[in-house]
């Protein structure tokens, strides 16, 4: 709401960017990051770690892939229906830790494996904040902040800059 000379006016305004460094989009999101099994909330099915295990529940559309036997095929988009889906599954899983018939560990695997953490307040668990800030049309990562402050940026330009030296290459170049 605004107040403006002659009365106060209420604008509505929908969200098109939630921009963040890593941490900031996990807490808004409630996204497990690189402690998940699936780093990348854009992509289904992409899995850090062995999940040959039968242990593993199968929350996952599509098959996991294994990061270390990727192919361009391992790279399946998902959608913001199967990332609700996976949170109201969280939802009902957490209530059956609540009940005792889920353990505790079994929920923090599904977790990993779905990439996304329980967390009733943030954006994801929300149905209406669902509709208002859906992650896969405004989640944006600040790259710049992401790689450089304390990323691999800093370390990629050394070995960059080390590179060229041993080419010949000087400071005064």
């Known amino acids: 709401m605004i107040d403006f000379d002659d009365g ?23 996204l ?16 850090i770690g062995a999940l040959a295990d039968p242990q593993f529940p199968k929350v996952r559309a599509t098959t996991s892939v294994e990061i270390n036997n990727l192919t361009k095929a391992s790279f399946v988009k998902t959608t913001q229906r199967a990332i609700n889906t996976l949170c109201d599954e969280l939802v009902t899983n957490h209530r059956e830790v609540q009940r005792k018939r889920l353990t505790k560990g079994a929920f923090e695997v599904m977790e990993m494996v779905c990439g996304i953490g329980y967390n009733p307040s943030s954006v994801l668990f929300g149905k209406a904040s669902r509709r208002q800030c859906p992650l896969l049309a405004v989640y944006t990562d600040d ?26 290459v000087t400071y005064q170049d």
């Not at 106060?8 to 409630?30: H, M, S």
């Not at 790259?143 to 010949?168: I, P, Q």
Request: hydrophobic content about 35%; aromatic content about 10%.
């Open 8 to 30: 106060p006016e209420i604008f509505y305004a929908k969200t098109a960017n939630v921009l963040g460094d890593k941490d900031a989009l996990q807490d808004v999101f409630g």
């Open 32 to 47: 497990k990051g690189a402690s998940g099994y699936s780093p990348c909330p854009r992509c289904d099915g992409l899995m």
């Open 143 to 168: 790259w710049a902040h992401s790689y450089l402050a304390k990323g691999v940026g800093g370390d990629e330009l050394l070995l960059f800059v080390n590179k060229l030296r041993g080419c010949g």
